[in-house]
């Protein structure tokens, strides 16, 4: 290997290393789940299911320095789809924002000004809340990406799988909670 690609690969992975170790402490929590398990109140009401659709409380901190906006992801990679399942996609939360209160993603919920929900995979920009198959444990991964833009900038078409895409390349760091459910 040419002495520049050696040092090109060293200089991309002293800057990986340094956005790991700058995110480290950053992470979430739910005070909507108990011992890690989702409540009634967060399952959908649809589908079978008869909870009550409400968006999980979400808190986050230790974001990495330079932090201007997050995007918020939930997604259940155990649903029989082949591809997972995208319940929750906010975008272009502002930077201020720490918190989102129970219900905030949910139809009629308060969510910050600015914050862009994105479609699901329900077809709904709006929080659909867990629906497992009866006797199916089901792991739901929400991720918090702390971004270095204020705005992304979107489509209004753009998917689950884009946005997510788009924010990794945008990201300082993110920090990720795994939630059970079980009907």
Known sequence: MPK???IACVVLLLGLASSVTQAENFNVRSASSVNGQLQPAQFANS???TG???SPQLSWSGAPQ???SYVITMFDPD???GSGWWHWVLANVPANVKELSEGDGSTNG???AGTLEVRGDNGQASYLGACPPVGEMHTYIVTVYALKVGKLE???TVTPAML???AMGNSLGKATLSIKGMR
């Open 47 to 49: 589908f079978g299911c």
């Open 164 to 166: 997510s895409y788009v």
């Open 110 to 112: 308060k969510l910050p």
């Open 66 to 68: 330079g932090t201007k």
């Open 52 to 54: 009550g659709n409400l």
């Open 154 to 156: 979107l489509p209004p």
């Open 4 to 6: 520049t690609s050696v």
């Open 79 to 81: 649903a029989p789809t």
